[in-house]
Nanobody, 125 residues
Framework: QVQLVESGGGSVQAGGSLSLSCVVF????????MGWFRQAPGKEREGVAG????????YYADSVKGRFTISQDNAKNTVYLQMNSLKPEDTAMYYC??????????????????WGQGTQVTVSS
């Protein structure tokens, strides 16, 4: 059974930084694609960043380009999301997700097999 555990959320003022971590348990390979998603109250879950561990290629939503960085440590089965220059509109529950199938899009919720429990990020103005 694959389990994803996120950590690192919290509260910060606008312009600040936070770093999220996601550890994958139960599988030695972190998957075809790893993604970070977020969901604010009353809104749909949206893709923030994705990484393909086998290639190291990364993708970002336009709203976070230049501010967020996704990275991986395969030896630790861990994916990170470094968030800088945070804005109040970044406030949401952030989820880590793992995909073990090919052909999907990194930003498509339906592409992922497993999800973490989420970690809250709150940015105040």
């Amino acid at each position: 059974q694959v389990q994803l555990v996120e950590s690192g959320g919290g509260s910060v003022q606008a312009g600040g930084s936070l770093s999220l971590s996601c550890v994958v348990f139960g599988y030695t390979y972190s998957g075809v694609c790893m993604g970070w998603f977020r969901q604010a109250p009353g809104k749909e879950r949206e893709g923030v960043a994705g990484i393909y561990p086998g290639f190291g290629s990364t993708y970002y939503a336009d709203s976070v380009k230049g501010r967020f960085t996704i990275s991986q440590d395969n030896a630790k089965n861990t994916v990170y999301l470094q968030m800088n220059s945070l804005k109040p509109e970044d406030t949401a529950m952030y989820y880590c997700a793992a995909s073990y199938r090919y052909g999907g899009s990194w930003s498509d919720v339906g592409s992922y097999n497993y999800w973490g429990q989420g970690t809250q990020v709150t940015v105040s103005s």
